[in-house]
C-alpha cells in the first residue's frame, strides 16, 4: 500500500493506493521490463542531453541522435542495474 499526504491549511489529505493481488506477472517478464525501462530510461536522458547541449556524435549514429557507444553503454547500464536489483530483492 502506498500512502501519499498533502497538508493545506492544517488540512490533511491523504491518498491511499492498494495494488491488487489478483493480477500477479511472471517474474521472469518483470525482470525484462525492469531491464528495458532503465535502458529507455538512458536512452532518453542521453538524447535530451544531446539536444541541450547541441553536440552531435561523431561516429555511427541513429536518426542522428545517438550513437552505437550511447547504446551499448545503455545495455550495460541496463544489466548491471537489472542485475543489482534482482540480487537486492533476493536478499529481502
Not at 493506493?17 to 536512452?43: A, D
Not at 561523431?58 to 545517438?66: A, C, N, R, V
Request: proline fraction near 2%; hydrophobic fraction near 45%; charged fraction near 15%.
Amino acid at each position: 500500500m502506498i500512502t501519499f499526504g498533502i497538508s493545506f491549511n492544517k488540512c490533511v489529505y491523504t491518498v491511499k493506493y492498494s495494488f491488487s493481488s489478483s493480477f500477479s506477472m511472471n517474474p521472469k517478464l518483470k525482470i525484462i521490463l525492469y531491464g528495458l525501462s532503465v535502458f529507455v530510461i538512458y536512452t532518453i536522458v542521453a538524447i535530451a542531453l544531446r539536444m541541450i547541449t547541441h553536440h552531435v556524435p561523431t561516429e555511427d549514429e541513429y536518426f542522428g541522435l545517438i550513437s552505437n557507444k550511447d547504446l551499448y553503454l545503455g545495455l550495460l547500464l541496463a544489466i548491471v542495474l537489472t542485475f543489482t536489483h534482482v540480487q537486492k530483492k533476493r536478499l529481502k
